[in-house]
């Protein structure tokens, strides 16, 4: 596969992680072994580039690498949530254009600069950038297109819509009647829902059950994933985008690069979509509701709702349980988890992060117990199918 | 405008921020291995040290935490400090990894000099 992508740092507070991806080096490293002779095209600027080339050749990927002045580093404050995204350098800043052609192509959006790429099959990725494939002369015989939902919209020429499944087809009609059009398009949502357009009304794919939820770069995980199956084994877009999910369950646990071949994922399970009235309680001083709230308004992002959302714990609660997610603060002790099971019964998901899981196991012996935020909410949002 | 390193961005190596002495080669790091080996990750207990060593196929080469029965647990890569790390070893320094969590899923080490 060819491949152009950045490389960029990425560091999380919570947990604790620095590594140097972005969506071109991720996504060589998902395909590595997949598809002989991956190639990257990137920028790198010389302080990156002896590490992105000792990585590139430790999964036997072809770096065409070419300099450049932005050392581009993106934060995050858990691997849902950015805390801090550089700003696209100016015009006058930009990179002289990469320019790359093959049989399978995976274009992803650069923020310094642009790859024109020319190809028989063709998965582009425009990364938040709004650019039309065919603006800077790139060409394919077949594209598709993987784009998030707000993407869909805004492509589509409805970027002040709600996120309604009526309006997500109008858009996707519009880029589909857009000349040249791609054949098909394939949108994310935000927990690992797939959907595929190819005119008419979209397909939707299973989401498969994780452990864990990793998040950062999910997406360029799926796009390399789509890009194998569809471009290099040719399978139908209905099939590779299953692939692509069952693709981005193995990825979000523990952020497992390499990816595997399609039979070694064979075995996964489906999840299911528990997003809708979730009901949530906080237990602990302001740390603790603070992030309940905050977990109130991402349930929502992430196309869910709540129920009731509970923050006043003093021994007392008017909420009724089940309980779906309760996050602990701080300045809790374990013997309030006896209170709590008492009055709200058992909850299906806790989140506790001062505690230690097993002790949080423990007080909760039929709790799934999260060890960080965004699985936290992943498996309130979801369960595993039966 | 943003968009550059913040100063200081080039220290940090991993997880933990590396310490740089003398000769350059006396670092220390945690970091998550990539390309984890289920069979290999299966068994090790954490405390327990790995060999990190260079391994050569053809053209291509990595540098790979290996059990003391010779199996590969899984790869250093994609992290500031690496291409120097491997120049370190070529010349002759000796690392080990030691185990902090180790699932079918994930292996965590800490790179120390040995």
Redesign the interface.
Known sequence: MIIAGGIYLERCQYPKWERLFGSGMRAAIAVSGLSEGTVLHTYVPNVWKSDAEATLSSFGIVGRLMPTRHELIFEYLDTLQKSFVPDVPDDNEQEKRLTLDGDVVLRFGFMEGTAEVNGRTVVYDPQNSYAKFHANGSTADRLAMILSEEELLGFGGLGDASRTNDNLAAAAQNVFESKPAPQLILTKDRLGGLQVFFGGSPTPIKSYASESYFRIGVGDVLAAAFAHAWGELGMEPVEAADFAARSIAYFVEDARLPLLPPPQLSDLRHSRKDGDHLRLLGVGRFEAKSLVMQTEILISDFGGSTAFTYIDWEGEIRAEGPIDLLIIGSSEGPTISGEIRKRVGEPKVVFWPERDRRTVQWCFPASRIAGDFPSALYHAMRSPSS | ??????KG??Q?????RSVVLEDGCDVRFNV?L???RPDQVKGLETGEALLVQISE?GK????VCVTNGGGIVG?L????????L?ACVETGARYIAIVEVA?A??CSVEVIRG
């Open positions: 405008m943003g968009g550059y390193a913040p961005a080039r940090a190596a991993t997880s933990r998550d990539v390309g984890v196929n291509w080469r990595s540098l790869t890569a994609a992290f500031q400090g690496l291409a120097r491997i699932s899923t994930r």
